[in-house]
C-alpha cells in the first residue's frame, strides 16, 4: 500500500470519528446534521480515492475516479450549507443552487466529458485525464 492511499484510509477514519461524535451530541440539532453529512461525504471521496489507489486494473481505476468525483462534487455545497446555517445567513436560494449544481455535475461525472480515461502520468498507474467538463466544474 502506498503513501496516497494510506492517507485516505486516515481521512476515511478521521472523518467518520468526527462525524458520529458531532451528531451524537445532539442528534436533533440541525448544524450537528449538516455536519456530519459534510464529514460523510470526506469519508466517502477519502474512501473512493483509496480504493482508486489500489485499483489493479484501468476500469477499476476509472470507476473509482467517477466515484471520488462524486464525493468531491458534494462536498462543497454540504460545507457551504454547514458554513450559511453557522453563521445564521438567509442564503436559502444559494445553498439550494449549490445542491443544484452538484446533481448535474454528479450526473455528468459519469460521462467521459467530466473524465475521459486513466492515464499513466506522474507516477501513478491510473491518473484520470479530465475531460471538456472539468475545468468549468473547478
Known amino acids: 500500500m502506498n503513501f496516497f492511499a494510506l ?9 467518520v470519528v468526527l462525524g458520529l461524535l458531532v451528531v451524537s451530541a445532539d442528534r436533533r440539532a440541525f448544524l450537528n446534521r449538516i455536519f456530519a453529512a459534510f464529514a460523510a461525504s470526506v ?5 473512493a480515492y483509496f480504493m482508486w489507489q489500489i485499483a489493479g ?7 473509482w475516479s467517477h466515484m471520488l468525483m462524486a464525493g ?3 462536498i462543497t455545497p454540504v ?3 454547514f458554513i450559511v446555517h ?5 442564503k436559502r436560494y444559494l445553498v439550494l443552487g449549490g445542491y443544484l449544481g452538484a446533481v448535474v455535475f454528479s450526473l455528468l461525472n459519469w460521462t467521459p466529458i467530466f473524465i475521459e480515461r ?3 502520468r506522474a507516477g ?3 491518473w484520470p485525464d479530465a475531460g471538456i467538463l472539468f475545468a468549468p466544474y473547478l
Open 7 to 15: 492517507s485516505a484510509l486516515v481521512n476515511v477514519a478521521t472523518s
Open 43 to 47: 469519508a466517502f471521496w477519502s474512501y
Open 57 to 63: 486494473s484501468a476500469d477499476a481505476a476509472l470507476f
Open 72 to 74: 468531491a462534487i458534494f
Open 79 to 81: 460545507y457551504f450549507h
Open 86 to 90: 453557522f453563521l445564521q445567513l438567509q
Open 118 to 120: 486513466v492515464v499513466e
Open 124 to 126: 501513478f498507474p491510473y
